[in-house]
């Protein structure tokens, strides 16, 4: 049984998408990644290394780690939120609509990971 290559629904074996507005979509999905991908990967990996040295720092200055940790993962979840590229695993699995919305989900997470690291270091330390 094959699947709709955007929102996977059903269809039959000659065919790639559902419809043309699918087909579209993807489209601009794999158009947008080629050219946005390589920028924003080196992005993310600022951020997340950013955040492994928040978590590093805060064993001796855990305001300043705090800080570091919550203003890398606020960067990296606005990041994640405007350009959800889901890896490869994900799009293979769910398609590209279920992928970009569980891609934004984590971005959610990681934004409400660093608004709590801020209150912590705001009111906590
Ligand atoms: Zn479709």
């Known amino acids: 049984m094959k699947k709709c290559g955007y929102c996977a629904k059903q269809i ?3 065919q790639m998408f559902c419809n043309d507005e699918c087909h579209g979509k993807s489209n601009k999905f794999y158009e947008m990644r080629e050219h946005l991908s390589s920028v924003f990967g080196v992005f993310n990996m600022v951020c997340l290394i950013g955040m492994a040295l928040g ?3 805060m064993n001796f200055a855990r305001e300043t780690g ?3 940790f919550a203003g890398c993962g606020v960067v990296l979840a606005i990041i994640i939120l405007l350009i959800p590229l889901p890896i490869d695993n994900m ?5 590209i609509k279920k992928a970009v919305f569980a891609t934004r989900i984590i971005g959610l997470c990681v ?3 660093a608004l709590i690291a ?4 705001l009111f906590v330390f």
């Open 66 to 68: 705090l800080y570091i």
């Open 118 to 121: 801020f209150l912590l270091a």
């Open 12 to 14: 039959t074996y000659h």
């Open 111 to 113: 934004m409400g990971l």
């Open 91 to 95: 799009l293979d699995k769910w398609k």
């Open 55 to 57: 978590i590093f720092l």
